[in-house]
T-cell receptor
Framework: GAGVSQSPSNKVTEKGKDVELRCDPI?????LYWYRQRLGQGLEFLIY????????KSGLPSDRFSAERTGESVSTLTIQRTQQEDSAVYLC?????????????????FGSGTQLSVL | AQSVTQLDSHVSVSEGTPVLLRCNYS??????LFWYVQHPNKGLQLLLK??????LVKGINGFEAEFKKSETSFHLTKPSAHMSDAAEYFC????????????FGTGTRLQVFP
């Protein structure tokens, strides 16, 4: 497809289980972001991949969260030992440009998100 | 540090009346600013963006926003609301640097009544 694809669209899991969320960015996009949107809150930055550079992991809320990306393709976000507070919509976005000193001109293309519910 | 504040969590208007969604930002640099819209059960869509060019930015669906440096504001407006405008709107500031992170506001829910 032409857009950012995320799977699954919905995931219900039990507390303590591990989950893996997948993001397929737009082909050719070097930048990939993961965001989290908890109910009633704004979007929270989690992690950023740019080409072969070391990812910016500064937004990951705990060491239970990790993400990988193979080259400039698929990314997986893994949450280990899920907690109820992990329940949220997890959004992936990709873009083709990197901003410079004067600001970014990149346009982010967002996936539809994965609704994660931890019971 | 960069930050963005959306002053209203909910805004309600009647169809055909003007829309004003307020956003203030804080940035050590000349920022890049965006407005995104999120319709129910859909992904985020870029409405418009400001990147140090014209201060009045026109976006899709009749929306526009004006960058006012003196007021550190980037309010979103539309002259006449339509029922289809009902959605969640996010004001976003770009964090300069190697990673160019986007910092999202908490969102404003726009309701449009007939």
């Amino acid at each position: 497809g032409a857009g950012v694809s995320q799977s699954p669209s919905n995931k219900v899991t039990e507390k303590g289980k591990d989950v893996e969320l997948r993001c397929d960015p737009i082909s050719g996009h070097t930048a990939l972001y993961w965001y989290r949107q908890r109910l009633g809150q704004g979007l929270e930055f989690l992690i950023y991949f740019q080409g072969n550079s070391a990812p910016d992991k500064s937004g990951l809320p705990s060491d239970r969260f990790s993400a990988e990306r193979t080259g400039e393709s698929v990314s997986t976000l893994t949450i280990q030992r899920t907690q109820q507070e992990d329940s949220a919509v997890y959004l992936c976005a990709s873009s083709s440009l990197v901003g410079g000193v004067y600001g970014t001109n990149e346009k982010l293309f967002f996936g539809s998100g994965t609704q994660l519910s931890v019971l | 540090a960069q930050s963005v504040t959306q002053l209203d969590s909910h805004v309600s208007v009647s169809e055909g009346t003007p829309v004003l969604l307020r956003c203030n930002y804080s940035s050590s640099y000349s920022p890049s600013l965006f407005w995104y819209v999120q319709h129910p059960n859909k992904g985020l869509q870029l409405l418009l963006k400001y990147t140090s060019a014209a201060t009045l930015v026109k976006g899709i669906n009749g929306f526009e926003a004006e960058f006012k440096k003196s007021e550190t504001s980037f309010h979103l407006t539309k002259p006449s609301a339509h029922m289809s405008d009902a959605a969640e709107y996010f004001c976003v500031v770009s964090v300069l640097g190697n990673t160019d992170k986007l910092i999202f506001g908490t969102g404003t829910r726009l309701q449009v009544f007939p």
